[in-house]
């Protein structure tokens, strides 16, 4: 079992930047679990969607609502996962939420954080 903790949430100012981490217990390297992760974010009254997400070859996918805006990365040694948010905008407020063991870039994933509301006003 792969556990996720995010953290950098809060209120943000529009036009402003942010750093989302995530750290994992360990990679997931479960027989029926991939090696993608991923954030993704629900907004109120909103179906949670992929915002960023990363497979093992460093390769990205990005929703087009934060393209050239977010970017998404992982450090590999220490098991973590960050999403920068530049030139954020107030439709970036949701919780946004961790994800690990996707087979493919928007998943299935088998993991997922508690989440962590970020506020852009």
């Known amino acids: 079992h792969v556990q996720l903790v995010e953290s950098g949430g809060g209120s943000l100012q529009a036009g402003g930047a942010h750093r989302l981490s995530c750290v994992a217990s360990?990679?997931?390297?479960?027989?029926?679990?991939?090696?993608?992760m991923a954030w993704f974010r629900q907004a109120p009254g909103k179906e949670r969607e992929g915002v960023a997400a990363?497979?093992?070859?460093?390769?990205?996918r990005y929703a087009d609502s934060v393209k050239g805006r977010f970017t998404i990365s992982k450090d590999n040694a220490k098991n973590t996962l960050d999403l920068q948010m530049n030139s954020l905008k107030p439709e970036d407020t949701a919780i946004y939420y961790c994800?690990?063991?996707?087979?493919?870039?928007?998943?299935?994933?088998?993991?997922w954080g508690q989440g962590t509301q970020v506020t852009v006003s």
């Open positions: 360990r990679v997931s390297n479960d027989r029926h679990s991939g090696y993608c």
């Open positions: 990363i497979a093992s070859d460093g390769s990205t």
């Open positions: 994800a690990s063991g996707g087979e493919r870039h928007w998943g299935p994933y088998n993991y």
